[in-house]
């Protein structure tokens, strides 16, 4: 399970890591631009995978001592809201790369039985109160392919070449 947690997260790290090269190679007016997504922009999705990415991070933190250490460093990164500068943007790349680095250091901290502790929810009214880490890793891939499909399919509609479907084979399990 570890070496399986280990490559996606290496996967997302990579992944998020094309496409936010993609987005970057864009003028800040066509980053920002309302694209008639629920989070309007490719500024805007990245922000929100961000924050997604930190706000998983709080609850790992909150639910081990294994991610409360490997995570400590994610406690005050903060994704921005609404339109974003360039300066904000270079932040927010390097404040999503950083993340998705510690989300490795996690899972290669982990002992086995850290992959099965349970991480508390706030949501669904405490129905489940609590599911274990490597179904709430799960989600936070999930989560951030759903987005930067999102993101590809605005690149579609721009007319941008790109191609971030293909295998990871760099991610494989070693």
Known sequence: ?????????????????TVIALVDALPEAAR????????????????????ATLYLHGLYRASFPAAAKA?????????PEGA????QWKKLKADLAFADQALIDLVLSLGEADI???????????????????????QLFEHGTHHRGQISQILDEMGIEHDFSGIALECLPR
Not at 71 to 78: I, N, Q, S, Y
Not at 84 to 87: E, L, T, W
Request: net charge positive; with cysteine.
């Open 116 to 138: 099965s502790h349970p991480v508390k929810l706030d949501w669904y009214e405490g129905k489940p109160a609590a599911v274990p880490f490597y179904v709430l890793a799960h």
């Open 1 to 17: 399970m570890k070496e399986t947690l280990l490559m996606y997260a290496r996967h997302t790290k990579q992944t998020n890591a």
């Open 71 to 79: 995570l400590a460093a994610t406690a005050d990164l903060k994704a």
């Open 32 to 51: 920002g631009e309302d694209r008639k997504s629920y989070y309007k922009s490719l500024a805007g999705l990245a922000c929100h995978i961000l924050d």
């Open 84 to 87: 974003i500068s360039d300066a």
